[in-house]
């Protein structure tokens, strides 16, 4: 199956550590990526590959994988980081597929 | 300043067409792949087709195969989605994504690193 699951909502209080977890056979072959999404506002990229980190995000943004599960970790979690969160991946077939987002609150 | 920006999108009757474009501008187009993704209201991501930097290689999602056609021109720094046959289940935001392709090991992963502000496409009668 090329699909990937996320849980639809996860909360974290202010400054204690989250993570995100994205669970599909794609990632037994491939590494995935991570995205950020805010209301109203076009996704950016936050991890990639096996633990990449585009410049300008923060280092408290980091990436994990095992087996068929993908994560997000974000130490020390900041109020902007409340956002949508989707994993994605490449499937064997080519396709890309994303995961159905988790809702991040920071309480 | 690495930018995408999408047009063309509208509302349009169930059955009809449309094409969407995207320029590029601040990067050398003609080295990446190209992605388009889409955002129905209230829902998640779903990627819908890519193309590859030459041009040579496609793939559709299952939902739009046969229906849209990506294509693209180095020269004018340009991808375009060609969508036929609309369908109300169409309506969304319309996002155009540079990507890359690249390998670690064993590894192959692809990720879109820069996106556009996104096109709206409505198809209701």
């Known amino acids: 199956s090329s699909e990937l699951t996320q849980d639809p909502g996860v909360s974290v209080a202010l400054g204690q550590t989250v993570r995100i977890t994205c669970q599909g056979d794609?990632?037994?072959?491939?590494?995935g990526s991570w995205y950020q999404q805010k209301p109203g506002q076009a996704p950016v990229v936050v991890i990639y590959?096996?633990?990449y980190r585009p410049s300008g995000i923060p280092d408290r943004f980091s990436g994990s994988g095992s087996g068929n599960t993908a994560s997000l970790t974000i130490t020390g979690a900041q109020a902007e980081d409340e956002a949508d969160y989707y994993c994605?991946?490449?499937?064997?077939?080519?396709?890309?597929?994303f995961g159905g987002g988790t809702k991040l609150t920071v309480l | 300043q690495v930018q995408l920006l999408e047009s063309g999108g509208g509302l349009v009757k169930p059955g009809g067409s449309l094409r969407l474009s995207c320029t590029a501008s601040g990067f050398t187009f003609s080295d990446y792949y190209m992605t388009w993704v889409r955002q129905a209201p209230g829902k998640g991501l779903e990627w819908v087709s890519y193309?590859?930097?030459?041009?040579?290689?496609?793939k559709y999602a299952d939902s739009v195969k046969g229906r849209f056609t990506i294509s693209r021109d180095n020269a004018k720094n340009s991808l375009f989605l060609h969508m036929n046959s609309l369908r109300a289940e169409d309506t969304a935001v319309y996002y155009c994504a540079r990507s890359q392709l690249e390998r670690e090991g064993y590894y192959y992963f692809y990720y879109m690193d820069v996106w556009g502000k996104g096109t709206t496409v409505t198809v209701s009668s």
């Open positions: 794609s990632f037994r072959s491939y590494y």
């Open positions: 193309m590859s930097n030459s041009g040579t290689y496609t």
């Open positions: 994605s991946c490449r499937a064997s077939s080519g396709n890309v597929v």
């Open positions: 590959g096996k633990k």
